[in-house]
């Protein structure tokens, strides 16, 4: 997905260096408004054909995934013990809901790119989903697999819990800021 965008992104005559640093959405939002500036309408195509070519990508994967076996016995154990539960994601809605069509079932909210104005890393998309919930970072826990995760809820002052089925192995999701490291989602409830 990240080389398609790049591609892409290489066709605007943006020089790499000025993105390849970047996330996949913030290429895309950084080209935009280098664009908008010269070329209002070339700059909403650019950036029209760079979301579809993500959503496209995440739809097809989304077709070929299914939630870790113990996710939803965890996600219900822990709202039976009191806990409320939101998901904040990069991905967009409908991706998650072709993962996991039930998972309002399981989780208090549910924010996805197209949710949201800012997309995490920005803190605020995490700021979100606690407010939604009326609750404060301190006793809050963001549970992720990926260091992106673990530095957001490490800088809004969250116990963290990274799991290791994503990107990060456990001295990568120590390093970005895991108080704690599990192999599998279902572990979570040793520790609640």
Sequence with gaps: MRSEVIELTLT???PRVEFEHLFIIEIVEAVFTRLHKEAPEAASGYRSRAHALIT???????ARTEPFPETRRTLREL???????AVVTRNCSRAVTRVFGDIDDYCDTVLA?????????????????????GKEESIAAMVGDGR???????????????????????EQLTNAGADLVIAEIQELLDHV
């Design 12 to 14: 605007t005559g943006v």
């Design 113 to 133: 790119r197209d949710h949201v104005t800012h997309l995490k890393p920005d803190l605020r998309h995490v700021r979100e989903a606690l407010t939604t919930l």
């Design 148 to 170: 992106m995760d673990m530095s957001v809820g490490r800088e809004l002052g969250m116990y963290c819990v990274g799991v290791l089925t994503g990107s990060g192995d456990e």
């Design 79 to 85: 709202r039976r013990a009191g806990k409320q539960i």
């Design 56 to 62: 496209e990508f995440e739809l097809e994967a989304a």
